[in-house]
Antibody, heavy 119, light 109 residues
Framework: EVQLVESGGGLVQPGGSLKLSCAASGFTFSGSAMHWVRQASGKGLEWVGRIRSKANSYATAYAASVKGRFTISRDDSKNTAYLQMNSLKTEDTAVYYC??????????WGQGTLVTVSS | QSALTQPASVSGSPGQSITISCTGTSSDVGSYNLVSWYQQHPGKAPKLMIYEVSKRPSGVSNRFSGSKSGNTASLTISGLQAEDEADYYCCSYAGSTWVFGGGTKLTVL
């Protein structure tokens, strides 16, 4: 059974940093691209970025809204993906989901972790 | 990287059919057959309902169908049921990135 479990969310001040984790199981993690998607309260889904597999050079891509501030990485030995968020803004407040494409885009999702950016 | 355009809300009575549109551009919806649709109930993670424009994952009811014409994709739900009431999001590949629609709230009257 595929499982994705996010952690690391919490309250952070504007300009601060936070690192989220996504622990994965039930599929071949090392061969899969890992994505992050966020959702502000009462708002829609926003794709944040992704990291591809080692076979694809761990290539990353990001939404324009987070490029240069957020960094996605992975540790295949731990079956875990990370989202490092720097220079956080109030508008980054959202539930952050990790998601994958096993048989189709974003066919499995974690339960999400809440990030609140506030002073 | 603008969000795809969806109607904010649609409604229908049980047993009826509804269609939700999703309009993008020639850089996303119009260029790739990688449009998917997600259902989200309050407080829950999204659930994949349609992928690659018109394919249904195992376990998704055949009441859900998808199509695309030009820069616009559509999700049709036939035989509406109370449990279909949820938010629906389209999503398209946009060449190394992905873009979601703003979401449509479906109300079953």
């Amino acid at each position: 059974e595929v499982q994705l479990v996010e952690s690391g969310g919490g309250l952070v001040q504007p300009g601060g940093s936070l690192k989220l984790s996504c622990a994965a199981s039930g599929f071949t993690f090392s061969g899969s691209a890992m994505h992050w998607v966020r959702q502000a309260s009462g708002k829609g889904l926003e794709w944040v970025g992704r990291i591809r597999s080692k076979a694809n050079s761990y290539a990353t891509a990001y939404a324009a809204s987070v490029k240069g501030r957020f960094t996605i990485s992975r540790d295949d030995s731990k079956n875990t993906a990370y989202l490092q968020m720097n220079s956080l803004k109030t508008e980054d407040t959202a539930v952050y989901y990790c998601t994958i494409a096993v048989a189709a885009p974003f066919d499995y999702w974690g339960q999400g972790t809440l990030v609140t950016v506030s002073s | 990287q603008s969000a795809l355009t969806q109607p904010a809300s649609v409604s229908g009575s049980p047993g009826q059919s509804i269609t939700i549109s999703c309009t993008g551009t020639s850089s996303d919806v119009g260029s790739y057959n990688l449009v998917s649709w997600y259902q989200q109930h309050p407080g829950k993670a999204p659930k994949l309902m349609i992928y690659e424009v018109s394919k249904r994952p195992s376990g998704v009811s055949n009441r859900f169908s998808g199509s695309k014409s030009g820069n616009t994709a559509s999700l049709t739900i036939s035989g509406l049921q109370a449990e279909d009431e949820a938010d629906y999001y389209c999503c398209s590949y946009a060449g190394s990135t992905w873009v979601f629609g703003g979401g449509t709230k479906l109300t079953v009257l």
